[in-house]
């Protein structure tokens, strides 16, 4: 479809639309996607034509801006969100000079609100909704009151670690948080994990076993590490455990699978 596209559009709009295809991709949770080039900030997409490659590998210059990074501390977090957050993030330095870079250490993954908004090429969005758009997860102004979290991620191991804080907004049984949103941050970390290894991907099954209530306001560490990959299948375990590990809240088997642009397009 992105081919077709290109048959019918001048260079320049071609430019323009997968563009806005691409920032989308950008912006959308927490990524510079495409293991290789984690630290580039330079994200790969599956592309499926070498015209599709080259027009995109000349388009980070347009992105200037700056998008406000979510995974960073705000006045909300609490003690044990930021003595993880400063634990994880000490161990997350860039690689001195001379020092080779063998993913032995913990990426701290930039996390921003901007949706995939183009995703069935604007043509379906109203304009409303494309400038509303907000990744789901990062969509509430009030510090703390929903989900503050920050993953990082070693490549070595092919673990991401996330420290989750749930905000008084999450609550499902009384002071406790909801299924739907641990669920979510399950989705999110897996989802994460399962882009690094190759983006884009979309979740196709998400096994879920809640296995102790996690108390409102707590912070807790989500964990996920590759259990296998079947071509454009990547299958991810995760466990939600206090921070001190001494109790295991939820349990799942998330299954990813990468898709290519034509697939969002599609709608
Ligand atoms: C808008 C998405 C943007 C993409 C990025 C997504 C996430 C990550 C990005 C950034 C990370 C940041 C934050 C993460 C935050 C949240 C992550 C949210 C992710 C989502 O919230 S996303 C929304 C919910 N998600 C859907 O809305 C999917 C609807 N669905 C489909 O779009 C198709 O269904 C698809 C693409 C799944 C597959 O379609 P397809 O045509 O590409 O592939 P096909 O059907 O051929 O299956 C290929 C092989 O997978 C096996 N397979 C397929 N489905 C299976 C299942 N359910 N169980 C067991 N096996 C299954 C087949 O059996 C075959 O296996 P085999 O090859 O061995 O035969």
Redesign the pocket.
């Known amino acids: 479809m992105v081919f077709f596209f290109a048959q019918s559009l001048s260079i320049l709009e071609m430019a323009r639309s997968v563009s806005r295809i691409f920032s989308g991709?950008r912006c959308?949770?927490?990524?510079p996607f495409g293991n290789t080039q984690l630290k580039t900030q330079c994200p790969s997409v599956l592309f499926r034509t070498t015209s599709e490659r080259t027009v995109v590998q000349v388009l980070p210059s347009i992105f200037s801006r700056k998008p406000r990074d979510f995974s960073l501390p705000n006045s909300s977090w609490g003690e044990e969100m930021m003595r993880l957050y400063n634990y994880y993030n000490s161990q997350s330095e860039e690689a001195t000079e001379g020092q080779e870079d063998h993913g032995e250490q913990w990426t701290r993954l930039p996390s921003y609100n901007r949706s995939?908004k183009y995703?069935t090429g604007g043509v379906y969005l109203s304009k409303i909704i494309q400038s509303k758009a907000r990744?789901f997860?990062r969509n509430i102004r009030d510090p703390g009151a929903a989900f503050e979290y920050v993953v990082f991620f070693r490549q070595d191991k092919q673990r991401c670690v996330c420290v989750f804080q749930a905000g008084h907004l999450l609550e499902g049984p009384p002071g406790h948080v909801h299924g739907g949103a641990i669920a979510t941050m399950i989705?999110?970390v897996t989802?994460?994990h399962?882009?690094l290894l190759s983006?884009?991907?979309?979740?196709?099954?998400l096994n879920i076993n809640y296995r102790s209530p996690i108390p409102l306001g707590s912070t807790v560490l989500i964990e996920s590490t590759l259990d296998k990959e079947?071509?454009?299948?990547k299958f991810i375990l995760c466990s939600v455990t206090s921070t001190d590990g001494s109790r295991v809240h939820t349990e799942a088997t998330a299954?990813?699978?990468s898709?290519s642009i034509s697939?969002?397009l599609r709608g």
Do not use: C, Q, R, Y
């Open positions: 991709f959308f949770g927490s990524l995939l995703a990744l997860t989705d999110t989802g994460t399962a882009s983006a884009p991907v979309m979740t196709a099954n079947e071509g454009k299948k299954l990813f699978v898709i697939h969002l």
